[in-house]
Nanobody, 115 residues
Framework: QVQLVESGGGLVQAGGSLRLSCAAS????????MGWYRQAPGKQREWVAT???????YYADSVKGRFTISRDNAKNTEYLQMNSLKPEDTAVYSC?????????WGQGTQVTVSS
């Protein structure tokens, strides 16, 4: 079993930055892909970014050039650096990891961007 704990959400003005963290713990053997998703009020959850075990990164068009996903394998932690934030980035952000073929989710952290 893998547990994920997120941190770093909050309230920021448009144009500002936030850095989210997601730390995995438990009986960890090998984490494959790690990613971030978000869900805005009244909308479906959408994929934001993914980083593979080899370090390749992929981004949704809506965040490309503004967000950066990274990971520290020694700490079993992934990060999402969010710059040039926009009000439309307001959502609950959840991390996701794939461990031995199973997907695990964090509890979510609120990001609110004021105009």
């Amino acid at each position: 079993q893998v547990q994920l704990v997120e941190s770093g959400g909050g309230l920021v003005q448009a144009g500002g930055s936030l850095r989210l963290s997601c730390a995995a713990s438990g009986n960890i053997f090998s984490i494959n892909a790690m990613g971030w998703y978000r869900q805005a009020p009244g909308k479906q959850r959408e994929w934001v970014a993914t980083i593979t075990s080899g370090g390749s990164t992929y981004y949704a068009d809506s965040v490309k050039g503004r967000f950066t996903i990274s990971r520290d394998n020694a700490k079993n932690t992934e990060y999402l650096q969010m710059n040039s934030l926009k009000p439309e980035d307001t959502a609950v952000y959840s991390c996701n990891v794939n461990h031995l073929g199973q997907n695990y989710w964090g509890q979510g952290t609120q990001v609110t961007v004021s105009s």
